[in-house]
């Protein structure tokens, strides 16, 4: 089990086609300024078939705050301004449920080489989702921009490579989210990749473990029918430090500190503040003894 936060604030000019109904132009907000304290539940299980091969599971719960500002023509702050497009208000739900089967490739031997894992699955569509924000913005009525699945059967794979050194054990990995179709909103999230490199060292302490980790992630623009969602799609350069105890056997703890770089966001200001996770897990042999 794992728990996130961090904040996120974004912001975005307004068109035209998407002023609020009722309103004269000098009265209209031109720019949409958004604070988001974004919080992650998740659980996560894994199991052994055999030596080889593993079945994962993996269900978010999530939590999104947002502060909504606004502001006019000039740059003030338009105060107690009333939208339909977004509010002051909290958003949670179940994300979409993973299933994903492991496959290793390679074992480690006693002397130590890389082991490699591949993955396959698929994201199933327990998220919520919304009928598509913009136009019913063009049509004047309100809507919401946030939930938190795609609505669709979405493909999942991935490669994982790991070399168990005694003095600083490595992995590299390389996930894929391609969505495939639309939902029934006519809604199609945009395909994510992230793939990074990290190191696990004890550093000659004993029952604990340091993480140094890069990871590279990368998000289309999602769709809406015939045209890109705005706002969407995005690459980002995450930092990530974290500390793991093992008190027993069984147990493991851990505190990450991700620290990201937004490298390019299309359609708006994107400002990421960095993400603090707070996790355990509990390993249990289901091996028959004989």
Request: no cysteine; hydrophobic share 35%.
């Amino acid at each position: 089990m794992n728990w996130s936060g961090t904040s996120i604030d974004a912001s975005h000019s307004v068109e035209a086609e998407q002023f609020e109904p009722g309103l004269a132009d000098e009265e209209q907000a031109h720019a949409h300024l958004l604070n988001l304290e974004v919080r992650d539940l998740t659980l996560q299980a894994r199991i052994g078939v055999t030596e080889r091969v593993g079945l994962e599971f993996e269900m978010p719960y999530r939590q999104v705050r947002v502060e909504a500002d606004f502001e006019g023509s000039g740059g003030e702050r338009r105060e107690d301004f009333v939208s339909i497009h977004h509010r002051t208000e909290t958003v949670s739900g179940l994300g979409d449920i993973s299933l994903y089967a492991r496959f290793r490739l390679t074992r480690p031997l006693a002397g130590g080489r890389w082991v490699v894992d591949v993955l396959s699955g698929v994201a199933v569509p327990t998220g919520d989702t919304e009928p598509d924000p913009f136009e019913l913005g063009e049509e004047g009525h309100q809507h919401q921009h946030i939930f938190f699945g795609t609505g669709t059967y979405d493909p999942l794979l991935g490669v994982e490579v790991y070399h168990p050194s005694s003095s600083l054990p490595t992995a590299g990995w390389l996930r894929l989210r391609t969505p495939v179709s639309e939902n029934s909103f006519g809604y199609r999230a945009g395909a994510r990749v992230s793939a990074g490199i990290a190191v696990n060292p004890s550093l000659g302490v004993a029952s604990w473990s340091f993480l140094g980790q890069l990871e590279l992630y990368h998000e289309e623009p999602s769709r809406w029918d015939d045209r890109n969602a705005r706002n969407s799609g995005r690459t980002d350069l995450i930092g990530n430090l974290g500390v793991f105890w093992t008190p027993a056997a069984a147990w493991d703890l851990h505190v990450v500190v991700k620290i990201p770089e937004n490298l390019s966001s299309r359609g708006g200001q994107l400002e990421l503040s960095p993400t603090v996770s707070v996790g355990g897990s509990y390993s249990v042999s289901l091996r028959a003894r004989g």
